[in-house]
């Protein structure tokens, strides 16, 4: 077995309420090469404070899959695509991974492939 390919890779998380349909966020991202895949997750309650207040709701995450150098294109296409007024943006590093599946990570962002 051999050790794991250092990465470039990045981990994206975003919640979207439950009533909405993630579908053609997801899609756009892949198809614009801003993410390689997007995972959406079931159902969740989230709780959060917002405007000073405790809030509840139900929610979906985003798992996005996506490398370091199209984080801030990413971002940017997020908050024209998504319905909150603050959306969930944490990026996380990936510090390794199978040389395989980065490479088909990498290949699913970069701009210059059709």
Known sequence: M??????????????I???????????ALVEE????CVNVLPPMTSTYRWKGRVEQAQERQ??????????????ARLRELHPYEVPEFLVLPVSAGSEAYLRWLREGVSPDRS
């Open 17 to 27: 309420g439950a009533d909405v349909d993630a579908g053609p966020l997801a899609r």
């Open 2 to 15: 051999s050790a794991p390919a250092e990465s470039d890779a990045a981990i994206v998380l975003t919640t």
């Open 33 to 36: 090469r801003l993410a390689a």
């Open 62 to 75: 985003l798992i996005i899959k996506t490398s370091a150098g199209r984080i801030a294109a990413l971002e």
